[in-house]
């Protein structure tokens, strides 16, 4: 046999190998949030190169594990074992950063038998069919700022003169707090939620949410209060007429309301934005939904997987895992990347695309198991009115040169400010 010729080396000027560069470090830490500039802009990008060089990614700088494959990410949503409670963190690990905000636990944040009980009751107030029956309310809110768009200036801010007021003054009304009061109820929810979503909030952000909680509880009472004595056909005034061996006290019920609240003024918000925005820039597919309306049902959940208003979630591990191969003790976060799963490419055809006629339309933007979104027939409903109603009226809806601000939101992807033409 002839000896084996060696490989080919590449050399310098003085003849010297030439040495390859090592690869650059995986992103971790803030570059693996929205406290980075290059993240908050998109994402994407940033997720895709995890699942290709380390799926399983221990990240030393925020205490947390990130994982960025589907398979990956829905076992862990559907392992109903896993803790949610912050508390049940080892301290100084990223969900237990989350206990230091004074507050009552929200229903998403609650394990075992009591997180049970209050989701079977919650779940009895926000049924399809009571989200059926405030549709024709939801479609008049929509109109209503419709005509107000119409009749304004040619470059409009989307978001605060479409977005957040259709998904503040509906959630207000749904749950049963005064819709007059949504500019406060807004401010208050923004405040509150900036803070309790970023373990690395500021003492002046902590201040703020504070004062914000209190106003949204004293609020909450209030309507909790005249639901005990005038019934009503709203959230609360199902809340409060919910019986089981263990009814809700006015805590949980103010508890409840002011996590829907939040949920429906902040991130609905976002969705109807981003969906706004993922129109505008595939003006085809907004033209496919404008020439054919029945799509709408599909597009709402294409923009749930295409750009979700919650990139990543947490659970904790109640137990010892191991996950591709890494091992993740009990305590210790797990960050799961949903706008990663939700664009994997091993499931996706062309993931990257916008497509209002994609068939398999599943997707990870409410959660899986147990922590599914209460609030799913709520958001996707009003979303679907206010997309196809804004698409609709103005045929000419185009990108404005100011384009968009994204905010500095940890597991967030939400816009303060989108300018659009109509």
Not at 353 to 362: G, K
Request: net charge negative; proline share 6%; glycine share 6%.
């Amino acid at each position: 046999m002839s000896e084996q010729e060696p490989e080919d080396v590449e050399l310098d000027a003085d003849g010297q190998p030439i040495e390859e560069e090592p690869p650059p470090p995986v992103p971790t830490g803030a570059q693996l949030s929205a406290l980075d500039p290059v993240f908050r802009g998109s994402p994407y990008g940033v997720v895709a190169e995890m699942r290709e060089r380390e799926p399983v990614h221990h990240d030393v700088e925020f205490n947390r594990y990130f994982l960025s494959r589907h398979d990956d990410v829905r076992a862990m949503l559907l392992d109903d074992a896993l803790w949610t409670d912050p508390n049940r963190g080892d301290p100084g690990t990223y969900a237990y950063r989350r206990v230091n905000l004074d507050r009552r636990p929200a229903l998403q944040f609650m394990d075992g038998a009591e997180h049970a009980r209050l989701r079977n009751l919650v779940g009895a107030a926000l049924t399809q069919e009571a989200v059926d029956a405030f549709a024709p309310r939801i479609k008049a809110i929509v109109r209503g700022f419709l005509d107000e768009l119409e009749a304004s200036e040619f470059e409009v801010e989307i978001v605060g003169r479409y977005a957040a007021l259709v998904a503040t003054i509906a959630t207000a009304e749904f749950v049963g707090v005064d819709p007059k009061l949504h500019r406060q109820i807004k401010r208050w929810c923004d405040a509150s939620f900036t803070a309790f979503a970023n373990p690395f909030r500021t003492e002046d952000e902590a201040l703020a949410a504070a004062a914000a909680e209190t106003e949204i509880n004293a609020l909450l009472r209030v309507a909790v209060a005249a639901r005990r004595t005038t019934p009503k056909a709203d959230v609360i005034g199902a809340l409060v007429r919910a019986a089981d061996d263990r009814p809700l006290d006015d805590a949980e019920a103010v508890a409840v309301g002011h996590q829907l609240l939040l949920a429906g003024c902040v991130t609905l918000t976002d969705l109807i934005g981003n969906g706004i925005r993922a129109m505008v820039q595939n003006s085809k597919q907004m033209t496919r939904l404008r020439n054919r309306p029945e799509l709408i049902e599909r597009a709402v959940e294409e923009v749930l997987r295409f750009d979700s208003p919650v990139v990543t979630t947490t659970r904790i591990a109640n137990r010892d895992l191991v996950v591709g191969e890494c091992p993740i003790a009990t305590g210790e976060t797990i960050s799961l990347s949903l706008a990663s799963a939700n664009r994997d490419e091993a499931i996706y055809p062309r993931p990257d695309r916008f497509d209002v006629e994609r068939e398999d339309t599943h997707h990870h933007s409410f959660g899986a198991g147990r922590h599914f979104c209460l609030g799913a027939p709520f958001a996707r409903t009003v979303t679907r009115e206010a997309l196809l109603g804004l698409v609709t009226q103005f045929p000419q809806l185009s990108l404005s040169k100011r384009g968009w601000v994204f905010a500095a939101v940890p597991g967030f992807r939400r816009m303060k400010h989108f300018w659009v033409q109509t």
